[in-house]
């Protein structure tokens, strides 16, 4: 190889640029490696929030967001879009992230251009086509045009040896979540937004709402709601704090069931910055998303997962997270056994992380050297 090498990172989203981040600063400080940013803004403020934080600055924004958009017209928007900048940039390598639709479509548009793919946050199945949707079938589809995997756990390995990807084209890293964590909370952060200044995390147990998820639109999601409804009657001492995502019919249903209730606190989304660190002091944790599974347990706080299936067993296996579904009374049940069991609060609080130490992103940089031929000696993987 001659000369810099160009490395494309291309992502959409907030989950994504939070966890590319870490990725994208190892680069930039690495005088082998050209590193270019482009954001499809398939979520536009919310992304922008993180760029900022991380002082990252795109060369590319392809701004693709419109209101109520489709998959499909995410998908099309995307591959057209990226085709004059693959052709203009001429990159090496682009790395994706994870399984949004923006990365599905960066690894087709690469492909169409025989650009070779790196996919961050390889090999995690739920092994159900449906859940998480669209998420799954990115997850494999990418796989597919992926020419370096980086996969986070050693189950993630197994999941794309499984599938038959060469065992030369895997490296365990750990997850660049984690990388992220670490870099913003801290002891003395000072909250951006006054309601999460005002709570009292000395006195009163914070349980953290988050749930958004296609498959949990309806009647999954008023259910969860109610059930929040049940635990603040029962407790005294529980305040939540529910970041209520922007999409309508999110919005909807959350505020009929949760709005005006005493202890209740209903935000807009939160900053990467203080959503960090409210995790960092909350008491318990009860989600749909995939990235708090591994977060959280960083920081020694359980997760329920709102979901009937995960595509992070390895959080399941070791104790850190227990899925729970949608139905009223087994959201409730798992919650109040935390809430009134200090054992069965303790075995979840103090139970292993198997996502990493933070060093994810250095993993993937010696992966990145190795497969170009910069160093010989084999990528650095995470111990499990």
Same mark, same amino acid.
């Given at each position: 190889?001659?000369?810099?090498?160009?490395?494309?990172?291309?992502?959409?989203?907030?989950?994504?640029?939070?966890?590319?981040?870490?990725?994208?600063?190892?680069?930039?400080?690495?005088?082998?490696?050209?590193?270019?940013?482009?954001?499809?803004?398939?979520?536009?403020?919310?992304?922008?929030?993180?760029?900022?934080?991380?002082?990252?600055?795109?060369?590319?924004?392809?701004?693709?967001?419109?209101?109520?958009?489709?998959?499909?017209?995410?998908?099309?928007?995307?591959?057209?879009?990226?085709?004059?900048?693959?052709?203009?940039?001429?990159?090496?390598?682009?790395?994706?992230?994870?399984?949004?639709?923006?990365?599905?479509?960066?690894?087709?548009?690469?492909?169409?251009?025989?650009?070779?793919?790196?996919?961050?946050?390889?090999?995690?199945?739920?092994?159900?086509?449906?859940?998480?949707?669209?998420?799954?079938?990115?997850?494999?589809?990418?796989?597919?045009?992926?020419?370096?995997?980086?996969?986070?756990?050693?189950?993630?390995?197994?999941?794309?040896?499984?599938?038959?990807?060469?065992?030369?084209?895997?490296?365990?890293?750990?997850?660049?979540?984690?990388?992220?964590?670490?870099?913003?909370?801290?002891?003395?952060?000072?909250?951006?937004?006054?309601?999460?200044?005002?709570?009292?995390?000395?006195?009163?147990?914070?349980?953290?709402?988050?749930?958004?998820?296609?498959?949990?639109?309806?009647?999954?999601?008023?259910?969860?709601?109610?059930?929040?409804?049940?635990?603040?009657?029962?407790?005294?001492?529980?305040?939540?704090?529910?970041?209520?995502?922007?999409?309508?019919?999110?919005?909807?249903?959350?505020?009929?069931?949760?709005?005006?209730?005493?202890?209740?606190?209903?935000?807009?989304?939160?900053?990467?910055?203080?959503?960090?660190?409210?995790?960092?002091?909350?008491?318990?944790?009860?989600?749909?998303?995939?990235?708090?599974?591994?977060?959280?347990?960083?920081?020694?706080?359980?997760?329920?997962?709102?979901?009937?299936?995960?595509?992070?067993?390895?959080?399941?296996? $070791?104790?850190?997270?227990?899925?729970?579904? #949608?139905?009223?009374?087994?959201?409730?049940? /798992? !919650?109040? +056994?935390? @809430? &009134?069991?200090?054992? $069965?609060?303790?075995?979840?609080?103090?139970? #292993?992380?198997?996502?990493?130490?933070?060093? /994810? !992103?250095? +993993?993937? @940089? &010696?992966?990145?050297?190795?497969?170009?031929?910069?160093?010989?000696?084999?990528?650095?993987?995470?111990?499990?």
């Amino acid at each position: 190889m001659v000369g810099r090498i160009k490395i494309l990172s291309v992502f959409g989203t907030r989950p994504e640029a939070i966890k590319m981040a870490p990725v994208v600063k190892a680069l930039m400080a690495e005088p082998e490696f050209d590193a270019r940013v482009v954001v499809t803004a398939q979520h536009r403020e919310m992304l922008d929030q993180v760029l900022e934080l991380f002082a990252i600055r795109a060369d590319h924004d392809r701004d693709v967001m419109q209101e109520a958009q489709s998959l499909t017209q995410i998908t099309t928007r995307v591959l057209e879009r990226l085709e004059d900048v693959l052709a203009s940039e001429e990159p090496d390598m682009v790395l994706v992230h994870g399984d949004t639709t923006t990365t599905f479509a960066a690894a087709l548009a690469a492909f169409y251009r025989q650009v070779a793919v790196g996919h961050v946050e390889a090999g995690l199945r739920t092994h159900e086509k449906y859940f998480p949707f669209p998420e799954e079938l990115n997850r494999r589809l990418t796989a597919s045009l992926a020419d370096l995997h980086f996969a986070p756990t050693a189950a993630a390995r197994a999941n794309l040896l499984a599938e038959g990807i060469n065992s030369g084209q895997i490296q365990v890293t750990g997850n660049t979540a984690i990388d992220a964590l670490f870099h913003v909370v801290r002891p003395d952060y000072q909250f951006s937004d006054n309601r999460l200044s005002a709570l009292d995390f000395e006195r009163s147990r914070i349980l953290v709402v988050e749930a958004h998820r296609r498959e949990n639109l309806g009647r999954p999601l008023e259910q969860i709601c109610r059930a929040v409804v049940t635990l603040v009657e029962r407790h005294s001492d529980v305040e939540v704090v529910f970041p209520v995502h922007l999409n309508p019919r999110v919005q909807e249903p959350v505020s009929r069931i949760l709005g005006g209730r005493p202890r209740v606190h209903l935000l807009q989304p939160l900053g990467y910055g203080d959503f960090a660190n409210l995790l960092a002091r909350s008491y318990l944790v009860l989600s749909d998303s995939g990235g708090i599974q591994e977060e959280a347990p960083s920081l020694g706080r359980p997760v329920l997962v709102l979901r009937s299936v995960t595509e992070r067993p390895e959080a399941v296996a $070791a104790g850190t997270v227990q899925v729970v579904g #949608t139905e009223q009374e087994a959201v409730e049940t /798992a !919650a109040e +056994r935390l @809430l &009134t069991d200090p054992s $069965a609060y303790e075995r979840m609080a103090r139970a #292993t992380n198997p996502f990493g130490d933070g060093r /994810a !992103a250095r +993993r993937i @940089l &010696t992966g990145l050297r190795h497969w170009f031929e910069l160093q010989t000696e084999p990528p650095e993987e995470l111990n499990q």
